[in-house]
Structure formats: structure tokens, C-alpha cells
């Protein structure tokens, strides 16, 4: 399709002038030929109008007696309720596209589908499509194919907190079109890379006091400690203030003065214990910090059912 070619080489110049043509034969003919490649223009770069693009697609769907046509409507009409995370409406257009005649469109098909059940949360469901996708499809064979599978296993990386993969599969992905014209390719490369920036920081820790227990959750995983412990008592302060000095730390267990030298064996055993029961929760060890004033700890924390005092 020349359109999406002139997208992908950035040839804004000679796209608006084929927009314009293509709007002219669309308003003359109503052909859903025309209107689908309007609509491609208007859902990416420059040229972008949601409005637009949905009300041509819903009409190529509408209106075409060509089967793969509709389908790929379909895909980018998704698209467009993708943007708006509006997972019900895409839910409806991938169970209602149709099995293409097109080869080169039957493995995309599955990839929304993939797609869909990763933003319902069915991460084994849509594991078990891309696999099945990437054992069929070939960069030499199906380029497109090829990319789309691996965009979404990425994004479904990032939803399991798996980034490491996620970043494995980013940079298989430069690799692979490094120095090529595919314009959309590559800013979708540079979402996923912001999503793993954006993902890269230690997270969030969330804590929940009942009467005897604290139950932390990190991620996928949690721990009880007793409200009483060492641990909890380290928790709560460091959740109240920026850095716990030495000082602070014996004050806060022993109710004692710190007493130098003397105390640091006991303030290192209790913040390498802290790191331990941290680490069962799998919270990296930068978490915890060592500056000279003492130590602090640098994830966001939220907090359920209580105050820390």
C-alpha cells in the first residue's frame, strides 16, 4: 500500500499531496478502498485525527464486500480504542474479525488476540498465541509479522515485571532494523523503550498493618513480619523519614543512646538483615541507601489500613 510506504519512509511532502487525491477519489467514488487509506494516514504521524480515521474505518467495515479489507480496518479501528484503553470495545472488534484469506494477515490476527488477553490480565493465554506465532513466522519470511509478535511479548514483559526480557527483545528489535525507512516500526521501538525507562525505577512497595502483623507486597510477591520485630520497627522508620541516622536506628530499638564504635556491629547487622527479609521480596539492594548522614530508602511506599506513627 503506497500510503502506509510514504508513512514509514517519512515522506511528509508527497503525503499530503497523495491525502489530498485520495480524499478526492474517496468523495467521488465512496469506494472503501480509498476511505481505509485515508484512514491509515490520518492514524499515524503528522497527519494524525482519531475522529477522522474512526469514522472511516467503521464505514470500510461498514460497507466492503472484501473480507481482509474489513479485517484490517478492524486492526487499526483497535488501534484507535486501544488508545483510549477502551479493552471491552477492542475485546468486540478482535472476536468479530473474520479468518483471512491472506497469510500475511492470519498471524496478525492472533497477535491482537494475544494483545487483548495481555490487557485482560490472562498472561498464559496470551503467552501461549505469541509462542505459537513466533514458531511460525520468520523475519525473512514475514518482517511485519515478525515485529508486531515480539512488540506485544514485550509489553506483556513489562506487565509480568519481567524487564529484563523486555529489554532483551528491544534490543533484538534494533538489531534487526537498524538503518532500514520503517518510520513506525522504529517509534514504536522507542515506546517500548520508554515503558522500560519508565518501568526501571525500584517500584513501589506497598504496606498493610493489621493489630500483630505487617504484610508487605513488592511486585508479585509479599512477607509477614510480626508488628513488634526489629524489621518492623526499621520499616516504620523508614518510611517516616528521608535518612535513619545511627543514632535513630539504636535509639528506635534499644531505647538507648547510641554509644559509637561500640553500637555499629549492631547497627550493620540489623540493616543487613533488613536487606535480607527485603530481598525475600525480591527488592533490589539499591533500594537501601548509605549516604553519610545514615541510610534511607528510596522506594515509593503506599500505605493501607492505618498510619505509621
Same mark, same amino acid.
Given at each position: 500500500m503506497f500510503a502506509r510506504t510514504l508513512l514509514e519512509l517519512g515522506k511528509e511532502y508527497e503525503l499530503k499531496f497523495y491525502l489530498s487525491e485520495l480524499e478526492r477519489l474517496y468523495s467521488i467514488t465512496q469506494m472503501p478502498e480509498f476511505g481505509f487509506q485515508v484512514g491509515v494516514i490520518y492514524s499515524t504521524g503528522s497527519f494524525i485525527n482519531f475522529k477522522i480515521a474512526k469514522e472511516l474505518f467503521e464505514a470500510v467495515i461498514a460497507r466492503s464486500k472484501n473480507k481482509d479489507l474489513r479485517i484490517k480496518a478492524?486492526?487499526?479501528?483497535?488501534?484507535?480504542? /486501544?488508545?483510549?484503553? /477502551?479493552?471491552?470495545?477492542?475485546?468486540?472488534l478482535v472476536d468479530s474479525m473474520e479468518t483471512p484469506d491472506d497469510v500475511y494477515l492470519k498471524p496478525l490476527v492472533l497477535v491482537w488476540q494475544a494483545k487483548v488477553l495481555k490487557d485482560e490480565g490472562k498472561f498464559s493465554e496470551a503467552h501461549a498465541i505469541l509462542d505459537g506465532v513466533i514458531k511460525n513466522v520468520s523475519m525473512e519470511d514475514d518482517w511485519y509479522s515478525y515485529f508486531s509478535c515480539r512488540i506485544i511479548l514485550a509489553s506483556l514483559y513489562i506487565k509480568e515485571e519481567k524487564m529484563e526480557l523486555a529489554a532483551d527483545i528491544s534490543r533484538g528489535l534494533k538489531e534487526k532494523f537498524d538503518g532500514k525507512n520503517f518510520k513506525t516500526l522504529l517509534d514504536q521501538i522507542a515506546e517500548l523503550d520508554k515503558k522500560l525507562k519508565d518501568n526501571d525505577s525500584v517500584g513501589n512497595l506497598e504496606f498493610e498493618e493489621s493489630e500483630d502483623i505487617l504484610v508487605l507486597r513488592y511486585r508479585r510477591k509479599q512477607i509477614e513480619v510480626e508488628s513488634k520485630s526489629a524489621i518492623a520497627k526499621l520499616l516504620k522508620l523508614f518510611f517516616k523519614r528521608e535518612t535513619i541516622s545511627k543514632e535513630t536506628l539504636i535509639k528506635?530499638?534499644?531505647?538507648?543512646?547510641?554509644?559509637?564504635?561500640?553500637?555499629?556491629?549492631?547497627?550493620?547487622?540489623?540493616?543487613?538483615?533488613?536487606?535480607?527479609?527485603?530481598?525475600?521480596?525480591?527488592?533490589?539492594?539499591n533500594a537501601i541507601e548509605k549516604d553519610s548522614d545514615g541510610y534511607r530508602m528510596v522506594l515509593n511506599v503506599k500505605i493501607h489500613n492505618g498510619e505509621i506513627l
Open positions: 478492524k486492526m487499526f479501528l483497535a488501534r484507535y480504542y /486501544d488508545f483510549h484503553e /477502551d479493552t471491552a470495545s477492542c475485546r468486540q528506635t530499638l534499644y531505647e538507648r543512646d547510641y554509644q559509637g564504635e561500640a553500637d555499629n556491629k549492631l547497627v550493620y547487622y540489623h540493616i543487613h538483615h533488613f536487606r535480607k527479609e527485603m530481598d525475600k521480596l525480591g527488592v533490589p539492594e
